[in-house]
Structure formats: C-alpha cells, structure tokens
C-alpha cells in the first residue's frame, strides 16, 4: 500500500525558512519522479518543483532561487527546503509522484508565512 506523509510544515515570518518532509512508503519510490505540490486558500492546487529519478530538478518560476527540492534514495523521503519565504507561499504543501496520482494525495502540511 502507497502511502505519503508530510511533515515540517508551521508559522514563518517573511524572509524565514522551513523544510518539508515527505516520507514515502510502498514500492512507488524508486519507480517515478517525485513532487512537491501547494494549494493555497481559493486557488487550485499547483506543482511547485520536481525532482528525477537521477537527481535533476525543476521548480515553477515563482519559486525558482529560494526553495529546493532533493530526495534520498536510501531513507525513501522527498524534501523540499523554503528560504526567504513570502506571504504567498502560504498554502498547504503536498508531495505526490510527478506527475500526481489521485490516489497518493496525503493530508499534507500547512505553511503559514505572515508577520
């Protein structure tokens, strides 16, 4: 059975950092590239970078410079470090294979950026 379970979301002023946490279960891992995903108040959900098999990344402009995506092969996790955070990227954070899969979607972790 497949399962994703986020963690490392929370409060951040603007300018702070976090780091998400997927971890993944089941035998999906080393099969398909992995994602991180947002859905922000109101809005549809969006990717917001991805990562290979092999390692190469990409990252939706609005993000590009401050957050990056890695992943470890061995410990099956996916993460995604955030810098200099804006109100913006407020949204609740989702991994899923690239591209998603209905049945993989967690609970994911709420991000909160405000002063």
């Known amino acids: 059975q497949v399962q994703l379970v986020e963690s490392g979301g929370g409060l951040v002023q603007p300018g702070g950092s976090l780091r998400l946490s997927c971890a993944v279960s089941g035998s999906i891992f080393s099969l398909y590239p992995m994602g991180w995903y947002r859905q922000a108040p109101g809005k549809q959900r969006e990717l917001v970078a991805f990562?290979?098999?092999?390692?190469?990344?990409d990252y939706v402009d609005s993000v590009k410079g401050r957050f990056t995506i890695s992943r470890d092969n061995v410990k099956n996790m996916v993460y995604l470090q955030m810098n200099s955070l804006k109100p913006e990227d407020t949204a609740v954070y989702y991994c899923n294979v690239w591209p998603s899969r209905n049945n993989y979607w967690g609970q994911g972790t709420q991000v909160t950026v405000s002063s």
């Open positions: 990562i290979r098999n092999g390692g190469s990344t």
